[in-house]
């Protein structure tokens, strides 16, 4: 039996959080005996008593991690990825705690992760699909993954999707300590540090389903960051090819 681990990092997502929980621990009972699941959801002090509420509600192959502060998705994923390799994990799952990742799909992307490094959740292949968002946050998506797969030379298609596996060995190999982004650019460097490192990407195909509650975390500083990061990675690339 493998050990998953799924990170769920929060902010505001008390609306949300009991519905994602339940139909984690639905596909949970599917899924065994293959895989054992934990859940760990690491709440960046949350007002509307996010962590609260889902301590409440659930007990087992459960925890929260409390940070102090809004740091953004990236230190939390880093906060939640040292705790959790203090453990005995095969796997780790990046999932959104806004109900915008279908927990349903989580044993494809399990299955894929048998035979591939690190394996991604793309809305932007055949067979993927976005629903509900706005033309603005389409057009912010699509642009904005291109730009980053030209400049960094990587062949994928969602670079910034935040529905993810990752097994141990990666996580072991690359040093997290190193990546800067605190917002959505921390999945693209992840996943050029990966690429550089040797290890092999998998996409596959998700329906992402716009927020029903809550605000979105997505603002023009996050899309600057990650800009600038894929940007300075990009001429570096160049440079160094010459």
């Known amino acids: 039996m493998m050990k998953v681990l799924i990170l769920i990092p929060t902010y505001n997502e008390s609306e949300s959080i009991k519905e994602l929980l339940n139909r984690i621990y639905a596909i949970k009972s599917f899924l065994d005996p293959k895989y054992a699941i934990d859940i760990l959801l690491i709440d960046d002090n949350s007002p509307d008593k996010t962590a609260q509420i889902?301590?409440?509600?659930?007990?087992?192959?459960?925890?929260?991690?409390?940070?102090?502060?809004?740091?953004?998705?990236g230190p939390a994923y880093k906060a939640g990825f040292e705790q959790g390799l203090q453990g005995d994990y095969s796997f780790f799952v990046q999932m959104d705690?806004?109900?915008?990742?279908?927990?349903?799909?989580?044993?494809?992307?399990?299955?894929?992760?048998?035979?591939?490094?690190?394996?991604?959740?793309?809305?932007?292949?055949?067979?993927?699909?976005?629903?509900?968002?706005?033309?603005?946050?389409?057009?912010?998506?699509?642009?904005?993954?291109a730009y980053a797969s030209k400049m960094l030379g990587l062949k994928h298609r969602d670079l910034t999707s935040g529905y993810r596996v990752l097994p141990r060995k990666l996580l072991e190999a690359i040093d997290l300590t190193k990546i800067k982004s605190?917002?959505?650019?921390?999945?693209?460097?992840?996943?050029?540090?990966?690429?550089?490192?040797?290890?092999?990407?998998?996409?596959?195909?998700i329906t992402f389903?716009?927020?029903?509650?809550?605000?979105?975390?997505?603002?023009?500083?996050?899309?600057?960051?990650?800009?600038?990061?894929?940007?300075?990675?990009?001429?570096?690339?160049?440079?160094?090819?010459?």
């Open 97 to 145: 705690a806004d109900l915008s990742h279908q927990p349903e799909e989580l044993p494809r992307l399990l299955g894929a992760a048998n035979t591939h490094t690190l394996v991604i959740g793309t809305r932007w292949i055949k067979d993927g699909a976005v629903v509900n968002w706005p033309k603005r946050r389409r057009i912010i998506s699509r642009f904005g993954t």
């Open 209 to 242: 389903i716009e927020r029903r509650s809550g605000r979105s975390k997505m603002s023009n500083g996050i899309v600057f960051e990650a800009w600038k990061m894929v940007t300075f990675e990009g001429l570096r690339r160049l440079v160094i090819r010459r």
């Open 182 to 205: 605190s917002g959505y650019g921390f999945q693209i460097e992840v996943a050029l540090r990966a690429a550089r490192a040797g290890f092999n990407l998998a996409e596959v195909p």
């Open 54 to 73: 889902a301590l409440n509600t659930f007990k087992t192959d459960f925890e929260v991690l409390l940070q102090e502060d809004k740091n953004g998705i």
